[in-house]
């Protein structure tokens, strides 16, 4: 039974501001995804969203988007505004974080971090027609939208859904949907295919075979090597290292290269020499190898026991560090205590979205006089940091930092200070 349209009315919107998920929000509060802030617009209303008809009269920061897929794909969501307002818009994220948490501070401007594009992306496979297609997810939807290559990410991935479709073949040409994650390293294409479970000897053997001629450096199916025809290295100068199969990674390398660049200058300035520094949630170890390269002391905690490895091995390999004492650690579960912090000249934590709420409270709690947030959700950032100011702690700043381009998402660094008259005060958990 075809649907009947007759019953679907349009009706003409002014667009009154621009969301945090980059939707035009009408003056009656319904998001419109591809509409800005000023302009009329003739929508189709749904239960939760509108679409988009047709623009009726355009806003003067309205551009052209430069991908073939946009508004197709769900990846990108403001390609079509221009440079200046989207900034803004990016830092407006942070502000309204900082805001509803009831928290002042100095807010720097957006740093532009998209360096040459994106390093990593996961793409989906599924079974199309028969054939496997390889591309992203239609915006709210499990629809695949096959693309040739992504124009937001590095030259070195633009190859990466022919791969991904080519690695189907063994493994059911997509009837059963995979995702394959694919990073661009200084070596090669990294690859890590999700969602097929074990596989047999005969089957790892045409992966294998398939991983030379696709000239892959690394090829492992849930984290499980395949091969390693080279080691997958990623970073630059002292912080170049070889992350574990499907491992965490900034985004861009400009990303990376950007906000360690603002946590070495937050140590940097002052009167007190920070020579002993914990690093936590590091992952494969950016922050800690820089930082031991500047001949600071770093004791770095992860969860992940293969991303301590992949820092351990990339520490004994260099030369010229100072001392890193690396610790597979579950920081949700065992924090850091005050006896372990407060020794610290310095805490850098860089956390997943979810936040530091448990190692937090400690470090509220302790005597380190400096710390530095890390984040990529400013919601939980600011969560946190009304949990480091209600122990004592000022929020001298902010700086957002933008490594995923053209979408919702924002990365940012904070620096705080205990105040002197803190020390010893009892946490009060923050209203």
């Known amino acids: 039974m075809m649907d009947d349209m007759s019953d679907v009315t349009e009706e003409t919107l002014t ?64 390609q079509h505004l221009a440079p200046d307002p989207y900034a803004e818009w990016k830092r407006g994220i942070v502000a309204g974080a900082l805001a509803q948490a009831r928290i002042e501070t100095d807010l720097r401007p957006l740093v532009d971090a998209r360096g ?27 629809a695949l939208v096959a693309i040739d290559h992504c124009p937001i990410t590095v030259p ?3 190859r990466a859904p022919a791969v991904a479709k080519a690695l189907a073949a063994p493994l059911g040409h997509g009837r059963k949907p995979l995702d394959v994650a694919a990073t661009a390293t200084v070596t090669g294409l990294d690859i890590d ?64 290269a950007a ?35 500047g001949g600071r002391e770093v004791h770095a905690v992860e969860g992940e026991a293969a991303s301590i490895t992949a820092l351990t ?14 610790e597979a650690r579950d920081l949700f579960r065992r924090p850091l205590l005050g006896p372990e912090l407060d020794v610290l000249d310095a805490v850098v934590f860089d956390p997943p979205r979810a936040g530091a709420e448990a190692q937090v409270r400690r470090i509220a709690e302790s005597k380190v006089p400096l710390v530095v947030g890390v984040a990529c959700d400013p919601g939980t950032f600011a969560r946190d940091a009304a949990t480091l100011i209600a122990g004592g702690y000022r929020l001298e700043r902010v700086t957002p930092v933008d490594q995923f381009a ?22 009060r958990r923050p209203r």
Do not use: N
């Open 116 to 142: 040459t594009g994106r390093r990593r992306i996961t793409l989906h496979v599924r079974e199309i027609e028969g054939r496997a297609e390889a591309g992203l997810m239609a915006p709210r939807s499990h």
């Open 156 to 158: 070195g991935l633009h």
């Open 15 to 78: 667009i009154a501001r621009l969301g945090a998920r980059g939707d035009g929000i009408s003056e009656d509060g319904l998001p419109v995804p591809g509409a800005l802030p000023g302009e009329r617009v003739r929508v189709r209303r749904g239960d939760r969203v509108g679409t988009l008809v047709a623009v009726e009269e355009a806003s003067p920061e309205r551009i052209a988007p430069f991908c073939p897929y946009f508004s197709a794909c769900g990846g990108c969501a403001v």
């Open 406 to 427: 053209w979408s919702a998402h924002v990365e940012l660094v904070g620096v705080f200070r205990k105040e002197a008259k803190a020390a010893g005060r009892t946490l």
């Open 259 to 293: 906000l360690t660049a603002l946590v070495l200058e937050a140590l940097d300035e002052g009167k007190a020499k920070v020579r002993r520094v914990a690093d936590l949630f590091c992952g494969s170890g950016p922050f800690a190898l820089a930082l031991a390269a």
């Open 313 to 326: 091995r990339a520490y004994r390999a260099g030369a010229g560090f100072a001392r890193i004492t690396p």
């Open 193 to 256: 295919i999700r969602g097929h479970g074990t596989v047999s000897e005969g089957v790892r053997g045409v992966l294998t075979r398939l991983a030379g001629e696709l000239d892959l450096t690394r090829l492992s199916i849930h984290g499980d090597v395949v091969v390693e025809r080279r080691p997958p290295e990623v970073g630059e100068g002292p912080a170049r290292r070889v992350p574990p199969p499907g491992g965490f990674l900034q985004a861009t390398q400009a990303g990376e």
